[in-house]
């Protein structure tokens, strides 16, 4: 079985902007702020590559489920690009993310990630 046939590609959309330049400043190692207020080293075994990221998007474009639940949070590689596709497939998905050591192991970096000022309609501002 050809796993390329099987597995839904990401919709040729481009990502949000601010997707990609949270994602850059990640993905180029860039420390973060943590829930202490502090910048953290990220640890650079923990995130899925670019590749995997676009995978798990296009999944969940494909798919374009109501409710999606992530086990695991860390600094929030993983939820970005579920986000970016959720917005883009215009999908009215609730997304959760949970995570027992968001805070003790992983300094609240995907939290603050995820709910930046960057990902607040303008409205809710």
Same mark, same amino acid.
């Given at each position: 079985m050809?796993?390329?046939?099987?597995?839904?590609?990401?919709?040729?959309?481009k990502?949000?902007e601010?997707?990609m330049?949270?994602?850059?400043?990640m993905?180029?190692?860039?420390?973060q702020r943590?829930s202490?207020g502090l910048?953290?080293?990220?640890? @650079?075994m923990?995130k899925?590559s670019?590749?995997?990221?676009?995978? =798990?998007?296009? %999944?969940? +474009? &494909?798919?374009?489920? $109501?409710? @999606?639940?992530?086990?695991?949070?860390?600094?929030?590689?993983?939820t =970005?690009f579920? %986000?970016? +596709? &959720?917005?883009?497939? $215009?999908t009215?998905?609730?997304?959760?993310?949970i995570?027992?050591?968001?805070?003790s192991?992983?300094?609240?970096?995907?939290g603050?990630?995820?709910?930046?000022d960057?990902?607040?309609p303008?409205?809710?501002?």
């Amino acid at each position: 079985m050809c796993l390329e046939k099987t597995v839904p590609q990401r919709p040729k959309k481009k990502m949000l902007e601010p997707t990609m330049q949270k994602l850059a400043t990640m993905y180029e190692k860039h420390p973060q702020r943590g829930s202490d207020g502090l910048l953290h080293e990220l640890d @650079s075994m923990t995130k899925i590559s670019i590749e995997q990221g676009h995978l =798990l998007a296009g %999944l969940h +474009a &494909a798919i374009k489920p $109501n409710l @999606s639940v992530e086990i695991g949070l860390a600094y929030g590689f993983s939820t =970005l690009f579920i %986000l970016d +596709a &959720a917005f883009q497939t $215009n999908t009215n998905c609730r997304h959760v993310a949970i995570d027992p050591f968001q805070d003790s192991m992983w300094h609240g970096i995907g939290g603050l990630v995820i709910f930046d000022d960057m990902w607040m309609p303008s409205s809710k501002k």
